[in-house]
């Protein structure tokens, strides 16, 4: 007779959250909720991170509401640090893109594609934009690989998101390279006409490779402003409002 693996875990709600149980130990699930604002200039890139390494649990915000909303006491995370050792399930995206400043008459094109890294691709120092922290074995950091580029962790020591660096890619650089083309993959042109906003609303499958968190493990999205600055009122300026939630359930010892 086989034992159904599902029988390991009983699922309740405590007054932290969700919590599973395997054996007698129990570990509670981390819900992951961000909002941020970006904004790219013309002919500049950024990398907006969906999910990556940390060598300790994240910052929790305790949320007190009604019950009939959410349990006394939950405890959100508004980052994107996942613990070492943890796995993430159930990724949803929420994003709006538009000019900065609207305007019937602009036309902004625009390039989206996705990166993802784990274990040594970080530390190998062949991908654009990213490096690994000198402060910090395992995480990452931007870069906008300036002649004296400016680096930043992509979070700090409580797992709280920094600032993302804008970098001076752009498409006709893109288009020489094969080594970027590696890492920034899947890319998509876009096109923002008539002050219409480009709209993507959907639930992903995490990919297996950055599924459990290890040292140098980062997933993101990179967005390339492809116009040019043709006026001052930053109607070339993109402005990405992007809402993610995701699930982190942490390594049971």
């Known amino acids: 007779m086989t034992t159904n693996p ?9 007054t932290g959250g969700t919590v599973y149980q395997k054996g007698g130990t129990n ?7 961000i909002t941020r604002v970006i904004e790219v200039n013309p002919g500049k890139s950024v990398i907006v991170p969906l999910l990556h390494y940390h060598n300790g649990e994240p910052l929790g915000v305790t949320v007190n509401s009604s019950s009939k ?41 625009f390039y989206t594609a996705r990166i993802m890294t784990s274990f040594h691709d970080i530390a190998g120092g062949q991908i654009y934009g990213l490096e690994q922290s000198a402060q910090n074995d395992g995480k990452a950091q931007f870069s906008d690989e300036a002649g004296s580029p400016t680096t930043q962790e992509v979070s700090g ?11 001076n890619l752009n498409k006709t650089s893109y288009d020489l390279g094969d080594v970027v083309k590696h890492w920034w993959k899947g890319i998509r042109k876009n096109v923002i006409y008539g002050g219409q906003p480009v709209l993507y609303n959907r639930w992903e499958k995490v990919p297996s490779k950055v599924t459990r968190s290890n040292p140098g493990m980062f997933y993101g999205l990179c967005f390339m402003n492809d116009s040019t600055n043709t006026t001052s009122d930053d109607t070339d300026v993109l402005q990405i409002e992007i809402k993610e939630q995701f699930t982190e359930i942490p390594l049971v010892q």
Not at 84 to 109: F, R, Y
Not at 157 to 167: A, I, R, V, W, Y
């Open 6 to 14: 599902r029988k390991w875990y009983n699922k309740s709600i405590s």
């Open 27 to 33: 570990f509670e699930v981390r819900r992951h909720s």
């Open 69 to 109: 909303v959410t349990a006394q006491g939950t405890k959100v995370y508004a980052n994107t640090a996942v613990q070492e050792g943890s796995t993430v399930k159930n990724l949803k995206l929420e994003i709006q893109v538009q000019p900065k400043t609207l305007s019937s008459s602009a036309i902004l094109d």
């Open 157 to 167: 020591t409580n797992g709280q998101d920094n600032l993302t660096l804008e970098s």
